[in-house]
Every structure is written in structure tokens, then in C-alpha cells.
């Protein structure tokens, strides 16, 4: 087996060799440098040893990306505890059964999550400590309270003269299989489960990362996270592998919207971008293609001297617009809007689709977007094999199988749950329906569980119904759901583009009728519409963006 290195012991190094460069930057906030993180975390784990916190215990932490956050995280790992990330989205009763569940110890909380949680809810914790400052909101422990009273004063008598790069000294994995974090799925089951992720995993995602990004980035380079660090998607590829690099991560530490994204991409210039689709498709549809879909722009691209030298043009504005010195997009955790797609490739757009699974830290398939097939999300990544459970693997869609270093432990106190989704040979069942080709390329077609079966046994894939409705007139996002045999489209219209054409609700049903017919002529029989049924307001959604298939059967 390949040797594996301590990922604590990586930790330790990144910052070591990058003792005085920026790191994390709250943006429009606080900049620490690598030291300053060292500093911080060698506090949290003077708290933690002064207030009875063991190695294997398990330390929560629930709020929006910070610099706090990521300190708090990394503080754990090399501490030896177990990190639980939370994500901040989810509502009280969610926090306090994860904090529960998996029998946390202290809990960090940011300035949001504070004012929704309940102490009480929460008996078996020992302390909740706010993230902007690490105070005390909770203490249930005469330790705990003195240790953060006396705190600096303890780190001066641990370090009389001043800390420095030989102080730093961190826990070292016994073995690559210690656990070393539960991340709750978010899922759209309705139900979270806990994914046991050991140090290997960590440490796999970060090499996988290093060998199709290493060439194409530097130390010192700026980066920013976007995606829920709490997300395993977002951990691995805007904090993780950044920060072992030695680049400087910025966090959007307020609600992300589409237009503090902008103004972030064209101050920070990110060398790399990682996105949800909903994020790409927004900026795409609202600042792209109302500018291209005018008489004269459909005319020009008609013309196939002057097409090449359009779309080399919208290419440079779309690039500019993500802040013009990234090497890739790269897009993932939902599907990809094919209208968007094409689009993107016809105008040789740098950008690529990747594959993944919490349970797997996340990557499972990823292609480098000069080598993408469109449609696809990518080839199995390094460390990872991929198969289709099909008898024909490249025209019956099958249940993705996998199988790697990624692969989690189980799920934490569930080993029903373990057994179904990995077998004896260490295959992750992942639940998603796909084909490959000749390539090995993955194509998906769904989830297994919202698989429908039309009325003489057809394979409906509401995904892909949803895709071509999506890209229709008015369409903001839709939910394709089975009644007695008959298919119906729940839509969201865009009802600002409806104000702004002046269009009644009677002309926005009028508008999803003539959608409805047009789309049935290019469904087979079994999958037509009989119903686009209108929705006043969007579809709840997960912390990855998308939509909870449960809420809407």
C-alpha cells in the first residue's frame, strides 16, 4: 500500500515554511499570517489541555467561514480531537441532535449560530465558546472557565520570551486510519448521517488536488471560499489543500450573494475557482446571455469568420467577470444546467465538472477541463476506482460504485447504515445512477431514489427532464414529481423578468403551457408532461444548493 504521511505533520510544516505570509483573510476584515494561525492554535490547545479535553474527544464547530473557523478546525486536528463541522444553515433542533449524536465536548459557535442554539438542548457539553474571540458563551466546567480566564497568562508562562517556529509541535496520527473529523451529510433525505472521515482521506483529496493543481498554482497565491467549510467539498478545495500549499485564503465571512461574489472575484483575482452549478448558472443567465441573445448578436454568430472572434470576445468577458486570472472553474455537489453547458464549451470557457461524495472527502471523478467531455464529470480520480453496476456500462445507466483511499470509515453509531452502503470488498454504493465510456468518463443520470417507473416499466430520470425544463422560457428551477402515473413539473418562475416584461400571472401560466407543449414534443411518450404546476416561491434548498427532492413527493 502507498505510504501515507502524518496530514497533522503537514500542517505543522505549511506553517513552519510559510512562517511569515498571509494566510486567512476575513475579506474586507482581518488578515492572519501563518504564524499568527500557529499562535492562535497553540492557545485553543492550551485551553483544551487545561480544561480536561483528551485526545479523541470530539469538539464541534458551527458558524459562517471565518478565519476563526479555519483556526478552530485546525486547532482540533492537531490536538488529536475529533472535528464535527456543522453546517450553520441547519436550524437549532438539527445542531443540538449532530452535538448530541456525536457526543461533543465543547461546541464553537459564530455570532449567528449563537442566537439560534438552546444550552439546554445540549446537556453533555462542557462548554460553548464563541468563534469571533473565543469567549465563553456556555461554561459547564470550574476548568474550562479558569483556563480561558488565565489563558494568556498561561501561554506566557509556556513561552516567557516569545513563540516561536521550533515551538510548534503537533499530535501525530497513529495510523491513517484515526479518525480524524464526523461531517453530518446534509443530504436530501431528510435524514443526517455521521460520515466517519480518517486521516487517509484527508490526506488523499489533498494529494489528488496537489497533482492536477500543483503545476498550476503557487504559494502565496489567493484563493477564495465561497462553499460552507463545514461542506466537505468546500474543506477540501478552498481551505485544505490551499492552506497546506501555503496560499492565502479569503473567506466571504457575510451571506455570499451573487453581487459580493463579483465585487470578491474582481478585487481578489482567485487563481482557482470552485463553484455549485447555481452560482455559474446566475452569473451566466443574468449578466451573459441577455447580452448575446439579441437580434444582432444571434445574427453575427451566424456568420462563421466573425462567430470565432464573438465568441473569443463573450469568452473574455465571462473570464474577466470571475476576476480574469484563474487557471479553471471547476463546478460540483449538483448538476450542471446542459443550455449552460454548451454554452460555456462552444465558447472554449475553462471550465470542468467534478464528481463527489462527503463519504468520500469528497472527489470521486475529475478531469482537468483541457481533457473534459462535456456532460461528463470527469474520469475517477487518483486513489479512486470507479464502475457502473450495469451489464452494459456505456448504454444502462447502473449505480456508480466506488472504491479508494477516500472512502470514509461507516457512519458514526449507524452500522446499518455502513452495511448498505459499503459492501465486503470495500465498494461505496453511492446511490447515483450513471454510464461510462470508453474513456471512463461518468456520465450521470440521477439518483437511484428519485428514479421513477413509467406505466409499462420505463426508466424515468426526473433530472433530466428537469434539465431541459430549466432552460426553458421563465424557468428559474423546477422539480419533476410522479402523480397516479402522470408526470408533473413544479416550476419556479423568474418573477422579476416577468415584471420587467410587464407579464400578469394569467401570462406567466400562458408562457409554462407553450413550454409544456414545445418540451413534449421532444420527450418520448412516457415521459410527457401533463401538468407545469406553479410555485410563488423558490424550492428549499441544502447548503450545497440543491433542492430537497423529500419536501416535494
Excluded at 464526523?182 to 494529494?207: C, Q
Excluded at 455570499?256 to 478585487?267: L, V
Excluded at 475557482?273 to 452560482?279: D, E, G, T
Excluded at 423558490?538 to 416535494?552: A, M, V
Aim: proline content about 4%; glycine content about 6%; overall charge negative.
Amino acid at each position: 500500500m502507498e505510504h501515507i504521511p502524518s496530514f497533522n505533520a503537514m500542517i505543522q510544516q505549511s506553517i513552519i515554511d510559510h512562517w511569515n505570509d498571509d494566510a486567512l483573510t476575513d475579506y474586507k476584515g482581518a488578515t492572519l499570517q501563518y504564524h499568527d494561525v500557529a499562535r492562535k492554535i497553540e492557545k485553543l490547545h492550551i485551553l483544551f489541555e487545561n480544561s480536561g479535553v483528551q485526545k479523541g474527544d470530539k469538539i464541534a464547530l458551527c458558524g459562517r467561514n471565518s478565519s476563526q473557523w479555519a483556526v478552530a478546525f485546525l486547532a482540533t486536528l492537531t490536538y488529536g480531537a475529533i472535528a464535527v463541522p456543522i453546517l450553520h444553515e441547519f436550524n437549532a433542533e438539527q445542531i443540538h441532535n449532530i452535538v448530541n449524536h456525536s457526543e461533543a465536548k465543547l461546541l464553537f459557535v459564530g455570532d449567528h449560530v449563537v442566537t439560534v442554539i438552546n444550552p439546554d438542548e445540549m446537556p453533555a457539553l462542557e462548554g460553548i465558546i464563541n468563534n469571533p474571540d473565543y469567549s465563553l458563551f456556555v461554561s459547564r466546567s470550574e476548568k474550562l472557565t479558569y483556563a480561558r480566564e488565565h489563558l494568556n497568562e498561561m501561554f506566557g508562562q509556556r513561552y516567557p520570551k516569545y513563540f516561536r517556529k521550533e515551538h510548534v509541535s503537533y499530535h501525530m496520527e497513529e495510523s491513517p486510519e484515526e479518525l480524524a473529523l464526523i461531517n453530518y451529510t446534509s443530504g436530501t433525505t431528510g435524514f443526517s448521517k455521521g460520515v466517519m472521515i480518517p486521516y487517509r482521506a484527508l490526506w488523499s483529496n489533498y494529494d489528488f488536488a496537489l497533482s492536477v493543481l500543483g503545476s498550476k498554482i503557487k504559494a502565496g497565491d489567493r484563493i477564495i471560499s465561497i462553499l460552507p467549510m463545514a461542506h466537505m467539498y468546500g474543506m477540501a478545495f478552498e481551505f485544505i489543500f490551499e492552506f497546506l500549499y501555503g496560499c492565502h485564503v479569503y473567506y466571504l465571512s457575510r451571506i455570499p450573494s451573487p453581487a459580493i461574489i463579483a465585487e470578491a472575484f474582481a478585487n481578489i483575482k482567485p487563481v482557482i475557482i470552485i463553484a455549485v452549478p447555481l452560482v455559474i448558472e446566475k452569473i451566466i443567465r443574468k449578466r451573459v446571455f441577455p447580452k448575446i441573445q439579441n437580434n444582432r448578436m444571434r445574427l453575427l454568430m451566424q456568420m462563421p469568420v466573425v462567430n470565432l472572434r464573438v465568441n473569443e470576445k463573450i469568452c473574455e468577458q465571462v473570464v474577466n467577470a470571475f476576476g480574469g486570472k484563474f487557471y479553471e472553474i471547476i463546478i460540483g455537489g449538483a448538476a450542471f444546467n446542459q443550455e449552460v453547458e454548451r454554452f460555456l464549451k462552444r465558447i472554449e470557457f475553462p471550465y470542468t465538472v467534478g464528481y463527489g461524495a462527503t463519504e468520500c472527502a469528497p472527489i470521486i471523478c475529475y478531469s482537468d477541463w483541457h481533457t473534459f467531455a462535456p456532460g461528463s464529470c470527469g474520469r475517477a480520480a487518483k486513489h479512486m476506482e470507479v464502475r457502473i453496476d450495469s451489464p452494459n456500462a456505456k448504454l444502462i445507466p447502473g449505480e456508480i460504485l466506488t472504491r479508494g483511499l477516500n472512502v470514509m470509515l461507516g457512519y458514526y453509531k449507524n452500522e446499518e447504515a455502513t452495511r448498505q452502503a459499503l459492501d465486503d470488498q470495500g465498494w461505496y454504493h453511492t446511490g447515483d445512477l450513471g454510464t461510462m465510456d470508453e474513456y471512463g468518463n461518468v456520465f450521470i443520470k440521477g439518483r437511484c431514489k428519485n428514479m421513477l417507473l413509467g406505466s409499462n416499466g420505463q426508466n424515468i430520470y426526473p433530472e433530466e427532464i428537469e434539465d431541459k425544463v430549466n432552460s426553458m422560457t421563465l424557468v428559474v428551477e423546477s422539480v419533476v414529481v410522479q402523480r397516479a402515473e402522470k408526470l408533473v413539473a413544479m416550476v419556479y418562475p423568474d418573477y422579476d423578468e416577468a415584471k420587467k416584461l410587464g407579464l400578469t400571472n394569467e401570462d406567466i401560466r400562458g408562457v409554462m403551457e407553450q413550454n409544456r407543449t414545445q418540451l413534449n414534443m421532444a420527450l418520448p411518450a412516457y415521459a410527457k408532461l401533463t401538468e407545469i404546476e406553479i410555485r410563488s416561491e423558490e424550492f428549499e434548498k441544502t447548503p450545497k444548493k440543491s433542492i430537497k427532492r423529500y419536501l416535494y413527493k
